[in-house]
């Protein structure tokens, strides 16, 4: 049985999608700023809450542009690039419930839009890892 080629695995795929995931996650850090200048500032309740709706859009976002981008790809890097974000997911659920279980014996409070890019490092940390799209 061969194995299937492992060089050039081209994931993100192009300009176009790291240009896009870019811009989300400027979106994405620059909202939290905005949510936390403006409750400084006394901005109205309800601009608050309209700029709290703006991290969970871009990560909405930016899971339909990867599928997409996933979708595109051939059976192989289909495979191989599931099986690594399951892994991330995975890792960056473990490492979330365990940190929030021991805040109740004296870790410091996260907050929980934290998973989001603890899940996007954990699949670059896990990407050059896992090479093979079998167990």
């Known amino acids: ?24 996650w400027a979106i994405f850090l620059s909202s939290l700023v905005a949510i936390q200048l403006g409750r400084q500032q006394g901005w109205p309740a309800l601009a608050l809450w309209v700029l709290a709706l703006v991290p969970a859009t871009t990560v909405a976002v930016q899971f339909v542009i990867a599928y997409r981008l996933i979708a595109g790809q051939d059976e192989f890097v289909r495979a191989l690039t599931t099986k690594r974000m399951i892994i991330a997911a995975g890792l960056a659920i473990t490492i979330a419930t365990a940190w929030s279980v021991a805040e109740l014996v004296g870790l410091p409070h996260l907050p929980a839009w934290i998973i989001y890019p603890l899940f996007w490092g954990l699949l670059g940390v896990v990407t050059p890892l896992v090479r ?3 167990p």
């Open 1 to 24: 049985m061969t194995e299937a080629p492992t060089e050039n695995l081209g994931w993100p795929g192009g300009w176009k999608y790291t240009v896009g995931a870019i811009l989300l």
């Open 132 to 134: 093979r799209s079998i």
